[in-house]
């Protein structure tokens, strides 16, 4: 070959590497996957840009839809190169894992069918992907994956046939019947003609979630990720969401709109494995799942550390994040979380707007989670978690306080947090429990500070389940142990109306409360000495929503902050959990303090306000808290 020939290739070569190793790789609508990815010149898919990006390239995806399930095959190298998908800025950019489907033909009044080839879903078809796995609860029914779409809102699915031949009543119905070729859907499509409308059905799984573990630190920013088929997610399973880490570390996934899963929408799970739902649905069960992850790297060196903020997560039918051991050491914060498990055409035991398995060294702040059937529900292993400045509302209704709950082990009613067989240390700080039912509390090792409790308390007094405490800050089993009643701590606390600690009166372990004011009816325990008691002040407690905001309208009483001399609570005050004997620290294993309020002003060092409002004046107070 001559020198000019060798010279010709070279700068071939080289001209095209800036193509496949750009620092910012655009794609677009209007692109190719031929072209070479820069701005005047995009790809059409994200999933090929995921294909060529390398860590510390930027992958911004112009606006349009995009129907397409994007698989990252690599990820960064470390927090500093990471590998960013971002929606451009200013531009909305939606993905979808359905398919627009039109020829629909009427069938009777508001009834329409479609038949569509099995070919048209290619290898996954959602109408024949049963749910299915530990600790479901299909209702005396089948379910698919499947959903039907109509200009954006879903249908709900029958039980049979004959449900979608009925008429509409307050939700409009589907059906679908899947043979060795076709797949035939039936929908009620009542005052339109679905020919002329957007309607959609689920086509893929997911829509960004990695095939296999490891693909660490990447950054998903500002997309609409919406309309999966996305399977049951127990902790026992591979735990595939609308967009998940899949057993990774360090994404961030931040200001996204999440919506429209048929179980989860975020997922920081765990891997799958050969014993997956083979668990019998027992403790012993999830033990065994523990201790294989572990040896399948679950540790703070190679999984967690994820940051979710300021997305919006709606319409999911299992929970709006899911994380079995895969949240370890994250930070969940400024999130809207609603509509969770709101249809409740299924069942089980991991409905909530945010449901953690291991949350060990987690951080749950600022989040606003309403509509849902459990606000937060922390099952097994919250040592080191920090639960501070959410708001909680509309997660139970006067029913779900009827009839008595007993000792069922998963009580029917919902609440706005569930702590589950937990044996901390774990903090719950500056938090507003608005819904009738405040806390079902299954644990010991909590230290509750500073919140606002509106709501009814559950206070279980025992469970003979072993579940693991850690060494502190670490993944390491330290021991098994049941759960007693007791050793929590609640200090400086404001209780308004159904809230009654009554319930530690017979506790196992001791209490530690103090600082703790009751008005309107809410009942202290009798391990609290001197409490202090207004039975007859009525606060008005009222949630107010107006144009720009949620309100909170309350009559506060400066007598409250002058009964007497409360401390600043902090890690000295708190001391040790007594099953893990860990103290109430940072994550860093520094000390910490709850000098600051639901708002992040300073409280006092000397007599602090009880609940998360600093220093309010007397009389009535309309708040902004959201």
Known sequence: MSKIKSFTLAALLLLSRPAIHAAEIHVATGGSDANPGTQSAP??????????????????????????RISPPRGGKSDVKRITYQAAPGERVVVKGSEVVTNWVKLQESVWQVTLPNSFFGTFNP?????????????????????????????ESAAKFQDVLKPVKKTALWFAEVTATNTTIWAQFQGVNPNEQLVEVNARQTVFYPEKTGVNYITVRG?????????????TAEQIALIGTHWSK?????????RYSICAGVSLGKYGDEFDNKSANSAEGYVATINRALTNGWNKETIGHHIIRNNTISHCEQAGIVGSLGAIFSTV????????????????????????????DVEISRNHIYRTNRGLWLDWMAQGTRI???????????????????????????????????????????????????????????????NLFAGKMRIVQGDGRQTPFHKPHSTEIAGLHDNPCGDDRYFNNLFVRRADLSGYDT??????????????????????VGATLNPEFDPGLKLVEKVGGLYIEMNFAQAWSDARDRKLVTTKLLGKAEISDCSYERPDGSPLKIDTDY?????????????????????????KIW
Not at 343 to 355: D, P, T
Not at 405 to 415: R, V
Not at 507 to 528: Q, T, W
């Open 43 to 68: 790809f059409r898919t994200i999933q090929h840009a995921a294909s060529v990006a390398q860590p510390g390239d930027v992958v911004t995806v112009h606006q349009g839809v995009y129907r397409e």
């Open 127 to 155: 109408f024949q992907d049963l749910i299915h796995g530990d600790w479901f609860d299909g209702k005396g029914r089948k379910h698919s994956t499947g959903a039907v779409y109509l200009n954006g809102d879903w249908l």
């Open 223 to 235: 997309f609409t990720l919406e309309q999966a088929a996305t399977p049951w997610a127990p902790p």
């Open 250 to 258: 360090g994404w961030i996934i931040e200001s996204n709109v999440v």
């Open 333 to 360: 914060t400024g999130n809207t979380i609603h509509d969770i498990h709101v249809r409740q055409l299924f069942g089980g035991c991991e409905m909530a707007g945010i449901k953690f398995h291991g949350a060990i």
């Open 388 to 450: 501070t400045g959410n708001l909680f509302h509309d997660n139970a209704t006067e029913a779900d306080l009827q009839p008595d709950l007993g000792e069922s082990l998963i009580p029917g009613g919902h609440q706005d947090m569930f702590v589950e067989v937990n044996h901390g240390p774990f903090l719950v700080d500056n938090n507003l429990f608005l819904s009738p039912y405040s806390i079902n509390n299954r644990s010991q090792g909590g230290a509750y500070v500073h």
């Open 507 to 528: 506790a196992k372990f001791p209490v530690s409360m103090d600082g703790n004011i009751y008005v309107d009816g809410a009942r202290p325990s009798k391990n609290e």
């Open 599 to 623: 708002f992040g002003r300073k409280k006092k060092v000397a007599n602090p306000t009880p609940g998360p409002f600093e220093n309010p004046e007397d009389g009535l107070h309309l708040i």
